[in-house]
């Protein structure tokens, strides 16, 4: 006989929102994660989707601490011969500011088809507005 509890996926997922202004980007990225994988419910299961909705606004006001805005470097590769392209925080953050936390929350996410999956319940906007209005998403607090 099978006890194992498997919780049921019956019960809709919650929307919260997440104001990133003067935020330091690590411990919002792992509050956002935990939040996705749906580590803060305690019917919690790590193999299946039990995770929540989350929106960030002001993305473009995220901040880094020490001289991270010169040092930290972001890569990315055109799969061409010599195709590698650096960019640092500051230069990133002016041209698309949504994709430094999403690249931070999606390392913090597990590799496969469940961090895939998670991956798409995270909206980041670099404005205050949104259009998930009708969702009532829920202050969160970081």
Request: charged share 25%.
């Amino acid at each position: 006989m099978n006890k194992t509890q498997v919780p049921s996926l019956i019960t809709s997922p919650s929307w919260y929102i997440i104001d990133a202004k003067d935020q330091k980007l690590g411990r919002m990225s792992t509050h956002i994660s935990n939040i996705l994988r749906g580590k803060n419910k305690p019917s919690y299961t790590p193999y299946l989707d039990t995770g929540d909705y989350v929106i960030v606004i002001n993305s473009a006001e995220v901040c880094v601490s020490g001289s991270k805005t010169t040092q930290k470097l972001y890569r990315r590769h055109s799969g061409q011969p010599g195709g590698l392209k650096v960019e640092t925080f500051e230069q990133l953050q002016t041209r698309l500011p949504n994709r430094i936390i999403e690249k931070s929350v999606k390392g913090m996410l597990p590799k496969g088809p469940l961090g895939r999956k998670l991956f798409t319940k995270l909206k980041v906007y670099s404005g205050s507005l949104h259009p998930h209005a009708a969702q009532k998403p829920k202050e969160c607090m970081v």
